[in-house]
């Protein structure tokens, strides 16, 4: 691997991980931030009454982030076809840091305490947020061929749950200075990402940085001899409804609607269900939460690198959904015990997180460099936008549903949404799965010819 591909593969990992660890910000801290709203220490009159309105109105912010979020995906990943990818990115990085802050500190430093004003910030946040993902994706797509493409995209996707990980030990180390420097230390580190990103890497291989004049005049005559974009991308961009068209896209974008729920609901009421639940430190609920993000990044790469043994990836897919209904029933009757808390919340991890990171990962760019698009790199940032975009419309509904299924029938009864969800999610895919299985045993037999990664385009659902 050259070091320029070394360079790009650490520094997309890196800054997705930043905009992850900027989401944690608020996920960490709900206690605190809860206990800020209905005190009147500051001078400033109560934002809420009680406890259950405020609980509801982070679970509404939750949900107004994802709605906001899913509705730009579809926008920045159509756009990021047309744009060059890497300065999206930047630009949604250095949004983030501006908004996060907005969000977080301003209301504190102020006395300034108004749901609007929340929502508002919020909902801008959600919006620059969903600058990152389908801009990366299309740069990994740039750099990185088909050769072993489930292991590194498996390895590479983990940066979700590093970010994770990363984003509450961070919180967990700022919160006793007061919750607000949590988004102000987290804006600060995804701003000087942004300067990384823009600095250090280009959006494809034929993007170089050519140094001198005659090496100047050659590219600037190419450039006017070209109707080419200056990244050198081949076909022309795709419009939404053409891309969920492609082979395969309506299949995961339905599976990923109801994963992604899943998926984020541990993302943003982890820490709190087991502050409520089991009445420990916010802290050390933030640091117990990693577990399930080292399960996410186990079940990543472990799933990336067998996929590319098999040649197909929903089989294993399926599977780890399947696995993912017991683990959510072992883990809704896990009990206050720390270490077995742990232990399952990682068997959780593996089978929900790792999964979700192999559809928006792997499989994205899969479906955006299927046989059907015949050769058009121009397509991966819509289609990897649609892909997370439903499953960001998914999501946000669910951020609605759960404090009141909490509220109503208990934490255990979050759970058993849960696994009912999975359940659907592999019923989406599973026509795919048993048309793969089959392909499977033709090539065991020696009837068909071995095509590794063929996922998306071997077949119509």
Request: glycine share 10%.
């Amino acid at each position: 691997m050259s070091s320029r591909k070394v360079m790009v593969f650490v520094v997309t990992f890196v800054s997705y991980g930043l905009y992850h660890a900027s989401r944690k910000a608020l996920s960490g801290v709900k206690s605190s931030i809860k206990a800020d709203w209905l005190s009147n220490s500051s001078g400033h009159a109560p934002l809420f009454t009680n406890e259950a309105d405020a609980k509801h109105f982070l679970g509404s912010l939750d949900a107004i982030f994802m709605a906001a979020y899913a509705a730009a995906l579809f926008f920045w990943g159509w756009l990021g076809d047309r744009l060059n990818p890497k300065l999206v990115v930047a630009a949604g990085m250095v949004g983030s840091a501006v908004t996060l802050t907005l969000f977080g500190a301003i209301p504190k430093w102020f006395n300034f305490y108004h749901a609007p004003y929340y929502i508002m910030t919020y909902v801008a946040f959600g919006l620059v947020q969903a600058c990152g993902w389908p801009s990366e994706i299309a740069i990994m797509a740039n750099w990185f061929g088909k050769g072993n493409r489930g292991f590194v995209m498996g390895v590479w996707a983990a940066c979700q749950p590093v970010g994770n990980i990363f984003g509450s030990i961070f919180t967990a180390m700022v919160l006793p200075l007061g919750y607000q420097y949590t988004f102000v230390f987290n804006s600060v580190l995804i701003a000087l990402g942004a300067i990384v990103v823009v600095m250090a890497i280009d959006s494809s291989p034929n993007e170089e940085h050519e140094d001198g004049v005659e090496a100047n005049r050659i590219r600037l005559l190419r450039r006017s001899s070209s109707s080419e974009p200056h990244h050198n991308f081949h076909g022309e961009p795709i419009s939404l409804f053409k891309a969920v068209l492609l082979p395969g896209v309506l299949a995961y974008c339905i599976c990923n609607a109801c994963l992604k729920l899943v998926n984020y609901a541990f993302f943003f009421w982890l820490p709190l269900y087991l502050t409520d639940a089991y009445h420990w430190e916010e802290s050390q609920a933030d640091q117990l939460s990693i577990w399930y993000d080292f399960g996410g990044i186990i079940g990543s790469v472990l799933g990336g690198y067998i996929t590319d043994k098999m040649g197909k990836r929903s089989p294993l897919i399926v599977a780890m959904l399947v696995c993912s209904i017991g683990s959510l029933y072992f883990y809704a009757h896990v009990g206050p015990h720390m270490f077995w808390n742990a232990v399952v919340m990682t068997t959780v991890g593996v089978t929900v997180s790792g999964p979700y990171n192999l559809i928006v990962g792997s499989i994205s760019i899969d479906l955006g460099s299927q046989p059907a698009l015949a050769g058009n790199t121009q397509a991966m940032s819509t289609v990897s936008g649609l892909l997370d975009g439903t499953g960001s419309a998914g999501s946000a509904v669910g951020q609605l549903l759960i404090p009141i299924i909490q509220d109503d029938l208990g934490w255990k009864a979050v759970f058993y949404v849960f696994m009912l969800l999975n359940g659907f999610a592999i019923l989406a895919i599973l026509k795919r799965c048993i048309i793969d299985l089959k392909s499977l045993r033709k090539l065991r037999s020696g009837e068909e010819s071995p095509l590794l990664n063929d996922e998306a385009g071997d077949h119509e659902d």
